[in-house]
């Protein structure tokens, strides 16, 4: 069964441009979380996906959005890079909405703004 | 508002020595716990969880018990092996929003 897989594994971008990041859940997950993780904040919540529905936002500005298709596969955007958006980006998938469930997270993308 | 806090790190500890990473929470209502573990180039994966008080998580010779009292998960094992060199995210998440937050994490460093 293959895990959680996001893409692209790397990217370099410039400030004012956008990005957009791929992740597809685990098969037959229904629920997928984002989170930016930094050396100096650890992992930080941006939002969940179930269903194609957005179920929690964390608290970052309107610049980081998300969807969800009904595959469940996921993407986020951020426009208008900012130096301080450069982070990994995780997102994890769960069968359910995440509740109790363990949550499987993929490998990242890896992000850069100069 | 919610949150968690562990201990700096990294911390660096000899193979077979006993292992504590301390984790404290604050929380409304009565969260569920967790230990995720991140390998370097990995995703985190869940390492035990804890849903009520008094409740002990454990895998792979690793514990922590969920201690309302002290606010507290504390992560402990025995005996330390060099493949458990990896960063340990404490996280919470209480039932009201269901979100799930995470500690900064602690980075371990294990020497042969």
């Known amino acids: 069964k293959a895990g959680v897989t996001q893409t692209p594994r790397y990217l370099i971008k410039t400030r004012g441009q956008q990005v957009t990041l791929s992740c597809s859940p685990i098969s037959g997950h229904r629920s997928v979380s984002w989170y930016q993780q930094t050396p100096g904040q650890g992992l930080q919540f941006l939002f969940e996906?179930?269903?194609?529905?957005?179920?929690n936002k964390g608290n970052f500005p309107g610049r980081f959005s998300g969807r969800q298709f009904s595959n469940s596969r996921s993407e986020m955007n951020v426009s208008t890079l900012e130096l301080g958006d450069s982070a990994l980006y995780l997102c994890?998938?769960?069968?359910?909405?995440?509740?109790?469930?363990?949550?499987?997270f993929g490998s990242g993308t890896q992000l850069s703004v100069l | 508002g919610d949150s968690v806090t562990q201990m700096e790190g990294p911390v660096t500890l000899s193979e077979e020595a006993f292992l504590t990473i301390n984790c404290t929470y604050t929380?409304?209502?009565?969260?569920?716990l967790f230990w995720y573990v991140q390998y370097p180039g990995e995703g985190l994966q869940l390492l035990l969880k804890?849903?009520?008080?008094?409740d002990k998580g454990s895998n792979k010779g690793f514990e922590a018990t969920y201690r309302k009292e002290t606010t507290s998960f504390h992560l402990e094992k025995g005996s330390v092996q060099v493949s458990d060199s990896a960063v340990y995210f404490c996280a919470l998440r209480v039932s009201r929003d269901d979100k799930i937050i995470f500690g900064k994490g602690t980075r371990l460093h294990i020497l042969p």
């Open positions: 804890a849903t009520k008080a008094d």
């Open positions: 929380a409304t209502g009565y969260p569920s």
């Open positions: 994890a998938s769960s069968l359910q909405a995440a509740t109790n469930e363990k949550l499987f």
């Open positions: 996906y179930f269903s194609e529905t957005q179920r």
